[in-house]
């Protein structure tokens, strides 16, 4: 029995069978608190039943006890998954579903070298703000923060659900508070899908802001209610939709600009000069879902052709493995492409 950072004790029996079966193994973890360790399990366990399903082991929980049953090298990741947990809610509170998928995917990547660097990944890097912090959940998003870090501009392409632009958001809050920047800017392209403004009620703010709730959603997660409210009415924070950025020079400044796919070329070369000293900038988009008119040509997709290898300017791409919203999200994006692979190969 050893301890671990003196907040959990486990001991470890491991069990050989008759020759021909699997060599099984079992690990007791005891968790010093209570309330840290029931947040951990999850309600009515539903984490450790999550965390069964994806790595194959069996968990019986007693009191602030589990007990891991499998394979020995599974039952081991799975303490050191529990452990990394237990860290997480002792310094953020509650955790979900989509937490062990990333710390499944993090222990998993430990040790290993990510393309862009020779860095030997200990943890995934993270988004922290006053009122909350937010890690990496898989590789994809391990870049992407890097790359925030790294570039003044960014480019972030990729399906629905997989965080481009709840992190965007996140790490832009981040920089404001540190006072890397002076304000945020916040925007879209005002192409609906389906739908047309016009038709909508109210004056343009009352049209708008339902187009841009995506936006603040994503602002109230990070920020509190109180702080964004100010920010809105001094103009620390400003969200407006892309033409209202014609003609300005942005400086000092975090600029978001989402849904960038439907934007024209004329609009994304307007949009990245307005780039201005002391700014950084990050574009983010899924080329798979453009609501242009037809024939007309999306301003991320030739963007992102034009300034490939041009210095200071940093792209990810996320696949529909990285979608993190839900896991039946997943599998809707999958089966889309899946089609869309289909009828590519039939033409």
Do not use: C
């Not at 029995?1 to 001991?11: E, I, K, S, V, Y």
């Not at 992102?304 to 792209?315: P, Y």
């Not at 993190?324 to 089609?339: K, M, P, S, W």
């Amino acid at each position: 029995m050893r301890a671990q950072d003196g907040l959990n004790r486990f001991t470890r029996t491991e069990v050989r069978p008759r020759e021909g079966l699997a060599e099984t193994a079992e690990i007791k973890l005891s968790f010093d608190d209570n309330k840290l360790a029931g947040l951990v399990f999850g309600h009515y366990d539903q984490n450790l039943a999550h965390l069964e399903r994806r790595i194959g082991v069996i968990a019986h929980v007693n009191g602030n006890q589990v007990t891991i049953k499998g394979p020995p090298e599974t039952t081991e990741q799975a303490r050191r998954i529990l452990e990394g947990l237990y860290d997480r809610v002792r310094q953020a509170g509650a955790i979900s579903t989509g937490d062990i998928d990333g710390m499944i995917e993090e222990q998993a990547m430990q040790g290993s070298l990510f393309p862009e660097g020779e860095d030997i990944v200990t943890s995934f890097d993270e988004v922290a703000t006053r009122k909350r912090r937010v890690r990496a959940r898989n590789a994809a998003q391990h870049r992407y923060l890097k790359l925030l870090k790294k570039h003044e501009l960014v480019f972030a392409e990729g399906p629905a659900g997989t965080g481009k632009t709840w992190l965007a958001v996140g790490h832009a809050v981040q920089l404001l508070e540190q006072g890397v920047v002076e304000r945020l800017i916040l925007s879209r392209p005002a192409v609906e899908a389906g739908e047309r403004l016009g038709f909508l009620p109210g004056d343009m703010r009352e049209k708008v802001d339902p187009y841009l709730r995506p936006i603040y959603d994503a602002l109230y997660d990070f920020m509190e209610a109180r702080h964004v409210e100010r920010g809105l009415q001094t103009g620390m924070i400003e969200i407006a939709p892309l033409a209202f950025m014609r003609g300005r020079t942005l400086t000092n400044a975090m600029v978001l600009l989402d849904e960038a796919q439907n934007t024209t070329s004329m609009q994304m070369k307007m949009f990245l000069t307005r780039l201005g000293e002391g700014s950084r900038m990050i574009i983010t988009g899924d080329p798979t879902q453009i609501d242009l008119p037809p024939g007309q040509k999306s301003g991320l997709v030739e963007a992102v052709r034009v300034l490939d290898g041009v210095e200071g300017i940093g792209r990810v791409t996320f696949a529909e493995a990285d979608v993190v919203r839900h896991d039946l999200v997943r599998r809707i994006v999958t089966a889309y492409e899946a089609q869309s692979r289909g009828e590519t190969s039939r033409a």
